[in-house]
């Protein structure tokens, strides 16, 4: 928003970005200024040359303010550098301009929601195994033996939520040779850092509604799959689980519009469309179904197929990065044809998760597996992302540094209507 200053007899006008979704939070709102740091601006210049950099070299040449936008979605926050589903995680995705910041959510032992990744991702991402609650977990340290790799199975369902909270946050990642729990501890990937790492402040789904609130951003909560039976404790059934997760919204007062309900599971956004309309309007569909022989080049491999998954009254499908794009006969990044049937069908896309892979001067990995032959380097993370904002027609796109697609968004108006070159 913009804001004039009187200063001294004359008016400046400084545009600051910040967001500013109208959430319904309790307390003060804090004003967040948007700020990119150097990675967008590496990455255009590890670009190669053509009309694509050309263009985003003009946004980087201008003296603008940035602003928050939708269309940059927070991965986990910002795990690139900082411990997923923590405080400053989360913060951080806010301050480089993320209009929507994502808690995956899992249950404790006492049955609250808390942010985490999967319901048995403790021992990796979090220093439980350093601390008393070890004792606790489904599967104690096991040291590598020459063989078998170290490891360890500590999940939310193993503890409370109050115990829950004594944990501190760490990069993600465990070091499978590892004969000791401190070298366990240590197996954070290389192109990230560690100079965050295990202060991270664990929050629950409840407090990250009141933190996002606060930071003016919308909510995109992921309802994970449980790894413990269903029915927990033979009465805690997968639908209570997923009406829980709205009814926290509910009594946070949480505008509909602002939230964006996940899952893999079909059954979830169903429940949540036929259960809790309001709610599962924005209910997002996400399509993980390539582990099952879907084939995004081949429609005939699609159950439910796109007009199927309109009809049950989704709108918003969400697939990997790769399941949106192929090469043509020209190595240039196309649409797929997953990504075309969507669109015809009326549905809203949003992809995940750029910048996950690491560097891509190797092909970047499994997240752009399918047009592998024309990745070469970190630059074209941006060319990528334009065939998916201007072609398939991506309306957001999960990122583990929000502040790429933050500084892409803000760029659109300069990208409109210019040629792009593909590598």
């Known amino acids: 928003m913009r804001r004039i200053w ?244 509910r009594q946070a007062g949480v505008s509909p519009q602002d939230v964006y309900p996940q899952s893999f599971n079909l059954e979830d956004v169903r429940y949540w469309i036929d259960h809790h309309p309001r709610y599962g309007q924005q209910a997002v569909y996400l399509d993980g179904r390539d582990a099952q022989g879907l084939d995004p080049q081949n429609p005939g491999t699609w159950q439910p197929d796109m007009e199927t998954l309109k009809g049950y009254g989704v709108n918003i499908i969400a697939p990997p990065l790769w399941m949106l794009v192929t090469t043509d006969n020209d190595n240039h990044i196309v649409p797929s044809p997953y990504a075309r049937a969507a669109r015809d069908a009326g549905l809203d896309i949003i992809a995940w998760s750029l910048e996950r892979s690491g560097p891509l001067t190797n092909g970047g990995g499994w997240y752009y597996q399918s047009v592998q032959p024309v990745i070469n380097n970190d630059g074209d993370t941006f060319s990528l992302l334009d065939v998916l904002a201007r072609d398939v027609g991506v309306i957001g796109v999960f990122s583990d540094w929000p502040a790429t697609t933050t500084f892409y968004a803000n760029c659109q108006k300069t990208l409109r209507g210019k040629r792009r070159a593909q590598p």
């Not at 601006?41 to 040449?61: H, I, N, R």
């Not at 990744?117 to 601390?131: A, G, K, P, R, V």
């Not at 927990?232 to 997760?245: K, V, W």
């Open 6 to 249: 009187a200063l001294k007899g004359f008016i400046a006008t400084l545009a600051i970005g910040v967001a500013t979704v109208a959430c319904a939070g309790q307390g003060a709102r804090e004003k967040t200024t948007v700020e990119l740091g150097p990675r967008p601006y590496y990455l255009v210049a590890d670009m190669d040359k053509g009309p694509l950099k050309q263009a985003l070299q003009e946004c980087t040449s201008q003296q603008r303010p940035q602003h928050a936008s939708d269309f940059s979605i927070g991965h986990r926050g910002a795990p690139l550098q900082f411990p997923e589903h923590t405080e400053e995680s989360y913060r951080a995705a806010a301050r480089m301009g993320a209009g929507i910041v994502e808690c995956d959510v899992a249950f404790t032992k006492d049955r609250e929601l808390v942010c985490r990744h999967s319901q048995c991702d403790l021992h990796t991402t979090t220093n439980i195994l350093d601390t008393e609650l070890a004792s606790q977990c489904s599967e104690p340290f096991t040291p590598f033996d020459g063989s078998n790799p170290a490891s360890a199975r500590c999940c939310t369902s193993d503890i409370t939520l109050a115990e829950f909270k004594t944990l501190k946050g760490k990069m993600d990642g465990a070091n499978p040779r590892a004969t000791t729990v401190e070298e366990y501890l240590q197996g954070t990937a290389s192109w990230r850092t560690d100079l965050y790492n295990q202060n991270g402040t664990l929050l629950s789904h409840q407090e990250s509604i009141d933190l996002f609130q606060k930071l003016g951003v919308k909510m995109t909560p992921e309802l994970k799959a449980p790894l413990v039976p269903m029915p927990y404790e033979g009465n805690y059934r997968q639908q209570d689980y997923a009406r829980q997760l709205i009814e926290e919204y």
